[in-house]
C-alpha cells in the first residue's frame, strides 16, 4: 500500500530540540551586540536562549532561512535579509544534529522492503545535505531538496509532487512523514498519506487532525507499515 515515504528534516529524521536549541543560541550570539539584545532577538524568532526552547509559531521550526533572516534583520541594523539568510545557512550547516532514532538501520530496513525515501526539508538543500551526510545516511534516500532546490517550500506540495514524479511513484502510495502542520498539510495537497510524529515542538493534539496517524518517532514506522497489510 505504500511505495515511498517522504521524511522533514529537522524534528523528524534529527530531534528538534536538542539539534536545533544549541543551533540556534550560538548563531544569536554571534550576531548579537549583547546578551540582552541575544535575548531580544531570540524573541523575535520564538526563541529563549536561557532554555534552548522555540515557542510553537517559531519560524525556526517549518519556515525557510530566508523567513528567519527577516524576522532578524530589523534587530540587525546595517544587516540585510540576503546577508543574514547567507549567515543562516553557514552555520546552519555545521550545526551538530541529534538523532531522533538511530537512522542508519532503520532507513536500511525500509529501503529493503523496496521503499523509496525522500527528504523534503524547509531547510536549504545545501546543509541538509551536509547534515545527511555527517550522520552517513545521504545515500539512503532516492531524492533530497530544501525550500531553494526550485520546488517551492512546505506548506506547498511541490516538493511532496517533485519526489512522486521523479521517481515514478503514485502520490496516494506515498506517505509524508513530519513533525509539523506544514509537513502534513503539504502531503495532503499533493494527495498523500501523512504521518506525524512527535521529535518536534508540536503536540499531538496540533497534529492529529491533519494525520492520517501519529506516532511517537520514525523508530516506529516499520510496525505501522506491517499493519497496514493486516
Not at 505504500?2 to 543560541?25: E, H, Q, V, Y
Not at 495537497?189 to 521529535?199: C, I, S
Not at 487532525?209 to 505501522?224: C, E, K, N, S, T
Request: one cysteine or more; aromatic letters at 6%; proline letters at 7%.
Amino acid at each position: 500500500m505504500i511505495d515511498g515515504l517522504l521524511f522533514d528534516k529537522d524534528g523528524t529524521l534529527f530531534d528538534f530540540r536538542i539539534s536545533w536549541g544549541r543551533w540556534a543560541a550560538g548563531f544569536l550570539a554571534s550576531v548579537a551586540q549583547d546578551a540582552d539584545h541575544a535575548a531580544r532577538l531570540g524573541l523575535a524568532i520564538g526563541f529563549d536562549p536561557d532554555t534552548l526552547t522555540f515557542a510553537p509559531d517559531s519560524p525556526v521550526i517549518s519556515a525557510t532561512a530566508a523567513d528567519i533572516a527577516a524576522a532578524l534583520a530589523p534587530y540587525l541594523p546595517g544587516k540585510t535579509v540576503a546577508e543574514l539568510t547567507s549567515q543562516i545557512d553557514d552555520t546552519a550547516g555545521a550545526a551538530p544534529m541529534s538523532e531522533a532514532v538511530p537512522l542508519l538501520p532503520l532507513l536500511a530496513g525500509l529501503r529493503s522492503q523496496g521503499l523509496k525515501l525522500g527528504v523534503a526539508t524547509n531547510d536549504s538543500e545545501a546543509p541538509a545535505r551536509q547534515h545527511l551526510a555527517a550522520h552517513g545516511i545521504t545515500d539512503c534516500f532516492d531524492f533530497i531538496a530544501g525550500y531553494d532546490s526550485g520546488h517551492g517550500a512546505k506548506p506547498g506540495p511541490g516538493m511532496c509532487l517533485a519526489f512522486a514524479g521523479s521517481l515514478g511513484l503514485d502520490p496516494a502510495r506515498v506517505a509524508m512523514v513530519g513533525d509539523s502542520r506544514h509537513d502534513l498539510e503539504a502531503g495532503r495537497a499533493a494527495g498523500m498519506r501523512t504521518v506525524a510524529v512527535l521529535t518536534g515542538v508540536a503536540l499531538r493534539t496540533d497534529l492529529a487532525p491533519h494525520a492520517d496517524v501519529v506516532l511517537p518517532d520514525i523508530g516506529a514506522l516499520p510496525a505501522w507499515l506491517a499493519g497496514l497489510g493486516d
